[in-house]
């Protein structure tokens, strides 16, 4: 089975798709990292340089071909929900988990972020608060359940993903519940 995590920018998807990956025994991709190593640089360069258009046509065959492969967990860019055909190979061949985060306790966090090219700006509180307007639709849209992205510690997000990905298994076509 193929895991993918969907959410803003900064809800944890890679550092909680790594342990995720590493509980289920399964081997994990950010699709952000595919990107680079493609590119052979950063996306913040190849946004100043080509823009997000170009990044965004990247980020669409990155997240077709891990779609594609065998059992892993996918932790995906946050933005890469705004493109339909993302939100179809993410629903349609992965269980989707959307790490939910407010832009409240998002822009705590990434307060002293310098790589994510969309927040820097004079006030990136106003802009999380924009993107998730925006993004909050095709995150539910796109995904099979929804785990707040709070908690004491990752593993205790771990374990609550873990007890949906075991639910959302037991209620399957077929399987007598």
Partial sequence: MRYALVGMP????????RQLAKRLG?????????IEER?????RSLFETQGEAAFRDLE?????????????????GGGAVLRQSNREHLNSR?????LRASPEQLV???????????????????RLQALY????PFYRETAHFVVEARGPSIAMLVNRIV??????QSVQPGSGS
Wanted: proline share 4%; glycine share 8%; with cysteine.
């Fill in 10 to 17: 900064g809800c944890g998807k890679s550092t909680v798709g």
């Fill in 26 to 34: 399964l081997p994990f991709f950010d699709s952000d990292t595919v």
């Fill in 39 to 43: 590119i052979g640089g950063s996306i």
């Fill in 60 to 76: 669409e065959q990155a997240i077709d071909d891990l779609t594609r492969q065998g059992a892993s967990v996918i932790a995906t």
């Fill in 94 to 98: 992965c269980l989707v988990i959307y």
């Fill in 108 to 126: 705590r966090r990434l307060r002293q972020d310098t790589k994510r090219p969309l927040l820097q700006v004079a006030n990136p509180l106003k």
């Fill in 133 to 136: 307007s925006e993004r909050d």
């Fill in 163 to 168: 007890m949906q990905i075991e639910m959302a």
